[in-house]
């Protein structure tokens, strides 16, 4: 039964995830932040929600994917293993959703980042994950998955650190975040992947330690305290002014922590769709968004958003489910 109820609470978090990911690139029009393609129509509290959006989607997905391994690790299937069924679920997608779906949509709509460039650059580009848009996280989590295994595998030889390995995890994670750009050889995957080990680790952590963190979330003051103090800390980041790396890593762990403490057990039909089809439709929706952009900038913003998140995410819904039919499965990870 606890199980189960930890089955529906992830479920429940990667729909959460998706939600924020497709809502994120559907307003992303009106932030100050993005000046990919330009409006004329101001709209401060879809630019204010997106400042929230953005430190908290990938840093939630990436502790997800963490949370995940440790079943994965667990079973011990060797290196080389975990290299081929990452790279079927990770970059088969890439390059499939990539160079058959994405690159004619952006062709089709005149993409801006594509003028003047040739084939060769654009295969170019997708072999360094140079704008690629939303595919950037497919090789960032594949070399993620497989930093993470070779931590884990040497944590679990060296006599220090044998009894806790996503303690080890944890802070090899921190180091590459602070340091690891001196190593990435100006790759974008590995920078990428530096830059949210921590997220994915901390994830690990919440697993490998679930029996304790239930114990500490079964106190409501304790949750109260964990979504307070992390919607505080982000809020002044946001709204006040910027703080330094450490606070600033402390609000995105903090708010991490505290939804798997406050996320509920319970589920719907809706929610356990989105969250069976969540890779896919993260696959297919951002590409799709372009269209509005390029079509209708000026248009009204409820009208832009409504395309973008209802009508666009249905689509996408309906493609990966589509898909899921065909021999081509391996396009959506499956």
Known sequence: MADRKRSTQLGNIRALCIFLVVLGHSIILYSSAWDLYSTEVSAPALDLMKKFID???MPLFFSLSGYLFVFTHSKHRGFLSLLRAKALRLLVPYFGIGLMYMLPIRLAIGYPGYQGRTAVQLLTNFLMSSDVGHLWFLPALFVMFLLAELILTAAEKLPLVRRAPALFLCAAALGLYMEG???SFGYAPLQSAYGNLLWFSLGYGLCAWRDLAVKIFRSRIV???????????L???ILVAP???TMTLLAR???IVSVYG???EKTCSVVEKIDRSSFGIYLFHSPLIYITFANIPNA????VVFINLVVFGAVAYGLTSLVRKTKFRLLIGE
């Open 55 to 57: 430190p908290i989607q």
């Open 181 to 183: 750009y001196r190593i």
């Open 223 to 233: 949750k109260l305290a964990l979504a307070a103090s992390a919607i505080g800390l």
């Open 235 to 237: 809020g002044f980041e």
């Open 243 to 245: 703080m330094s790396v």
């Open 253 to 255: 762990a903090l708010f």
């Open 262 to 264: 406050v996320m509920t």
């Open 300 to 303: 009204h913003p409820a009208v």
